[in-house]
Each structure stands twice: as structure tokens, then as C-alpha cells.
């Protein structure tokens, strides 16, 4: 097991760690044989090789051979595994290591709160953190900033104020990096009082700082504010860039996404393939193909090499500005495909394209999938392969995908399938199956949560064309469900625009004035390739998740260990 551990990172080290741009003076050539192990695990060379790690994989052939060759268990090393095994937010595997130290102290501790942070599971960093106390741990401000962190991710004010009252208990609400992570975690919740009051005391700000304030404010969908600062900033980098030109693009102001792009290309300024993205983003929403088309060029001009994330957003705004045959080229050049590239193809052809084609690119990923293919299809798979069948008309089929997203794919149903499912049996006739799939629909969503909801918009595409007295009599049954639920209402308010019924329209809303029920922000009649792409383009999975992350990226530069 030692040999085939050794083996495995020395084959490792030679092809990719010792390789890398960070590790120019480890690099040895081929032929030559592998150094002892005292070469690799002397301080400095061990410092790069840590540097040059990049992801979990490799972070674990490195622990390997520190294990096999016997280092592993000297404190230095198995604290420096867990501190970078922390970024990579496996909690299982930092808190194992984390186990094999003696002593652990604060920094340790410190580590797998961070990895709670970055992981699935932030609200365990709190209950970590005071599992930690019990045990004499003494907490400094690089506790805080994980921590705090965890709280801006679960989004829950009760632990936010109680973490910022811990960190004025220890006496380092002061430090930078600390009111930073707050001013992050009251924007994250949405309390800008609280976070402009933080903002305001301090006596020392820095370009996080600010990028965090902006970033609140435009959070907050209050651009205006968030304009005014940006303005007002001593210096900004891309990420500032970055959080204004996505902020406008995300509440429908996708003009002024490009016109702060435009200041971007005539300055100089060096953009990030965030920013791409955003811009793409804002050309996609507003059909803009003229400038759609210029923002591909700057990307080839100035970009080395298109990667995974820009193809996908090329797909997806060429498909908005309908040139899918357009797209189609560009997934076409594509040498790697995640489940997202496929999907934005799909859904090109099934919502702007021919949903034939769309139905034809699906079974071409089924059989890619049958030849040895990593990929399943998913919940927006089948969204765009039901919405496919509903324009063509394809009852039949539709039922049969539907039956297979279940039993096959294990995928459950919702609101969409269900309201797609609908509209092919109403387009088709059977209106009787049509009302049992939206009964089906109602029983199945009591939730109703806010994502859920936003698949109502695919009365903006998929126009349900049956008897409009069924369809009001379910919605009017999710109302009596929940009378406060503001969505429920939108529902029905999307079921009269639809029907043309704007009397009806103006009598709910008056309903719900009179209620005080509070509108839920982005709730609009927008179409379905809008709701794809604010639930999963901006979401690229594969064997590495990349998100695109502004304010957080900056602090973990800065808060290192």
C-alpha cells in the first residue's frame, strides 16, 4: 500500500504539482529519478508543493506520501493538510485529519470552522465553535471571519447578531477583517442598517470593505446607494466592476451592465470571465445579438482559452438572441461538456430553436451516457424536453418522458413538470388529466418555496390552453392552503393575465394591498429561460465546482490561516 502510495505521487508530482507555475523549482526532468523523500519535505519545497495544490484529489496524494513516508504525523505537517483541506469545504476528511493532532490549537480549530463555512452544512460551524469553548479553545479574529461567514451562507439573523455580540464579547469586533465579514454577513441578510452602522465606524477601510458595502447594497436591490459608493470608491479592482455590472444585470438593468462594461474596455481595465459572464448575461436578457457578438470577440481577442463556464454563456445569450444554430456551433467546439452545457443546448432548441431538435440532443446525451458517460439528465432536462413536447404537440412522448424523469432518473416532479404536464394534456384535449396533473401539483407543493413558485413564469411560454374556470379553481385552492403566501396570489394573477382577464388581474392585487401581504422580490412574469438560468447556468457542475464568488474569494486571500 506504501509502494502504491509513493508511486502514485511521485507519477502526480511529476505531471501536474511539480509542474505547476508555482513549482518551477521543483520541476526535474523525465528521465531523471525520483528524489528522496527528505527533497520533497523540506520546509520550502513543501510550501510550494502546498501552493501548487489545486484541488482535494491532489491534496490527498500529498497527505498520502506524507503518511507513508512518515512525516505525516509530525504537527507541522498534518496542521498544514488540515488548514488546506479546510478550503475545500470536505468536513468529513478535516475534521479526520484533525483527529490525528495531539494538541490542536487555535488555528486548527480555526480550520474546521472554515470548513464548515465553505461546506453544506455552515450552521455546524456555530455549534462547532462552541463544542471548541467547552474544550478551553480561545477564539481570535480569524474565528470570526469563517464564522460570521457561515452565518451570511445559512442567511439567519438570530446567529448573526448573536456572533457579532461573541466577537464585541472578545474584543475584536475592531479588527478589519472581522467588520469586514460583518458588514459581508448583514448584506448576505439583508440589514444594511446594521451594516452601513459598522461601515461608518470604522476607522480604517479598505477595497474589501468597500466591495463589501456595494456588494450589500446592490443585494439588497438597492442599486441607487450601491451606485453612489461605487462611485465614491478610493480604488476599485474587477471584483467591484464585477459586483455592479451583475447587480444591474440581475434586476433587469441589463443597459447599464453593458455601459459599465463598455467603461471597462475603453479604460483598459483587465475584465475576469465573471465579468463575461454577467455581460453575456445582460445581452442574452435584452436579445441584444449586435453586442452579444461584440462581447464574443473581446472574449477571443483577450482570453487564452474559452473555458467551460463563457461556452455555456455564449449558449445560452446566443440562444436568447435566437441564433441557435449559433450556439450550436459553439457547443459543437466544446472538448468538455458538464450537465450545464447540455442543458443550455437542450433548452436552446426546446424554448427558441426547433423542439425537435431539442428531443434529438437529448437522446444524443442518453446515448453518450449508455456509451460510458458520466452525465445524468436532471430536473431542467426534463423541463426543456417537456416544454419541447408541449410546443410540438407530442402528448404521447410527453407522458412517457414524464414517466421516465420518475422511475428512471429517479428525478421528482415539480411545479414545472407538473405545469407542463398540464398544457400538454389541455393542448391535446383531455382536459379531465389536465386537472388531475394540477391537483397532483397542489398536493405535491404544500411548501410552495419561493423556487418552486418562480415556475409559475412558464404561463409566459408554455401558454396553458385549456378551460381557464380549472386552472383558477386549483389556484384559488393554494391560496385557502396559506392566505398570507404572496406567491399563491401570483399564481392566480398570472392565471388571469394569461386569459386576458386584467379586471381580475387588478382585483387580486387590491386583495393582497388589502391583506398586507408583502410582495416576493423577482417574482415577475418572466419566461422560463430566464428561471434556467438564474437556478443553474450561474451553477457549473463538474469534477471541480466553480462558482463565481466576488467578496468571499478577496477575504479568504486575506484571512489565511
Known amino acids: 500500500m506504501a509502494r502504491i502510495s509513493k508511486l502514485l505521487l511521485f507519477r502526480f508530482g511529476y505531471n501536474s504539482i511539480l509542474s505547476h507555475p508555482n513549482s518551477k523549482s ?11 523523500s527528505s527533497y520533497y519535505f523540506s520546509k520550502e519545497r513543501t510550501i510550494s508543493l502546498f501552493k501548487a495544490c489545486q484541488n482535494v484529489k491532489q491534496l490527498f496524494q500529498i497527505h ?9 504525523f509530525k504537527s507541522s505537517w498534518s496542521i498544514s493538510v488540515l488548514k488546506h483541506s479546510s478550503d475545500y469545504g470536505n468536513v468529513d476528511y478535516s475534521i479526520s485529519v484533525f483527529k490525528c493532532i495531539g494538541n490542536p490549537g487555535t488555528s486548527c480549530v480555526n480550520a474546521v470552522i472554515k470548513a464548515y463555512s465553505n461546506s453544506c452544512v455552515p450552521d455546524k460551524a456555530v455549534i462547532f465553535y462552541f463544542q471548541m469553548l467547552k474544550n478551553g479553545f480561545l477564539p481570535n479574529s480569524y474565528s470570526f471571519v469563517p464564522l460570521l461567514g457561515s452565518c451570511a451562507r445559512m442567511g439567519c439573523v438570530e446567529r448573526g447578531e448573536m456572533c457579532h455580540g461573541l466577537a464585541i464579547k472578545n474584543g475584536i469586533d475592531s ?5 469586514n465579514s460583518l458588514i459581508y454577513m448583514y448584506g448576505c441578510i439583508g440589514i444594511m442598517e446594521y451594516a452601513k452602522k459598522v461601515f461608518d465606524e470604522m476607522s480604517q477601510k479598505d477595497l474589501i470593505t468597500w466591495n463589501s458595502i456595494v456588494h450589500g447594497y446592490v443585494r439588497c436591490g438597492d442599486l441607487w446607494v450601491a451606485h453612489e459608493l461605487f462611485d465614491i470608491m478610493p480604488q476599485r479592482n474587477v471584483i467591484s466592476w464585477n459586483i455592479m455590472i451583475s447587480g444591474y444585470s440581475k434586476s433587469g438593468n441589463p443597459g447599464c451592465s453593458l455601459k459599465l462594461f463598455r467603461i471597462i474596455a475603453n479604460t483598459g481595465f483587465k475584465a475576469s470571465d465573471t465579468t463575461m459572464v454577467s455581460v453575456l448575461t445582460a445581452c442574452g436578457r435584452s436579445a441584444r445579438l449586435n453586442e452579444g457578438r461584440s462581447v464574443h470577440g473581446y472574449i477571443v481577442r483577450n482570453l487564452v482559452k474559452p473555458n467551460i463556464i463563457l461556452n455555456t454563456s455564449l449558449i445560452d445569450m ?32 426546446c424554448i427558441h430553436g426547433k423542439p425537435e431538435a431539442g428531443l434529438k440532443l437529448f437522446t444524443a446525451l442518453l446515448d453518450w451516457r449508455e456509451a460510458g458517460g458520466s452525465i445524468s439528465p436532471d430536473e431542467i432536462t ?20 414524464f414517466s421516465q424523469m420518475i422511475h428512471l432518473y429517479k428525478v421528482k416532479p415539480n411545479f414545472a413538470h407538473y405545469w407542463c404536464m398540464a398544457n400538454l394534456y389541455a393542448v391535446a384535449g383531455p382536459m379531465k388529466e389536465a386537472e388531475e396533473f394540477l391537483r397532483k401539483m397542489s398536493e405535491d407543493s404544500d411548501d410552495m418555496s ?19 374556470a380549472s386552472v383558477e379553481r386549483i389556484a384559488k385552492s393554494f391560496i385557502d392552503m396559506d392566505p398570507r403566501d404572496f406567491s399563491r396570489y401570483q399564481l392566480l394573477m398570472n392565471i388571469y393575465a394569461v386569459a386576458g382577464q386584467w379586471e381580475n388581474v387588478a382585483r387580486v392585487k387590491e386583495l393582497t394591498k388589502k391583506r398586507r401581504i408583502g410582495r416576493i422580490p423577482g417574482c415577475g412574469l418572466v419566461d422560463l429561460k430566464e428561471i434556467v438560468h438564474e437556478l443553474r447556468v450561474g451553477l457549473f457542475r463538474g469534477d471541480g465546482k466553480e462558482k463565481f464568488n466576488t467578496i468571499t474569494d478577496e477575504w479568504g486571500q486575506r484571512s489565511s490561516l
Not at 64 to 72: E, K, R, V
Not at 450 to 462: A, H, P, Q
Open 382 to 401: 426534463f423541463i426543456g424536453v417537456l416544454c419541447a413536447c408541449v410546443r410540438a404537440e407530442l402528448v404521447t412522448e410527453g407522458r412517457n418522458y
Open 175 to 179: 479588527v478589519l477583517q472581522v467588520q
Open 64 to 72: 498520502a506520501h506524507l503518511i507513508t513516508s512518515g512525516f505525516f
Open 318 to 349: 446566443y440562444s436568447k438572441c435566437q441564433k441557435v444554430e449559433i450556439a450550436l456551433r459553439v457547443f459543437n467546439k466544446m472538448a468538455v461538456r458538464n450537465l450545464v452545457c447540455w442543458n443550455a443546448m437542450i433548452l436552446g432548441h
Open 26 to 36: 521543483l520541476s526535474f526532468s523525465s528521465t531523471s529519478s525520483p528524489p528522496p
Open 450 to 468: 419561493f423556487e418552486s413558485i418562480m415556475w409559475i413564469n412558464l404561463l409566459s411560454l408554455c401558454r396553458f390552453q385549456g378551460d381557464i
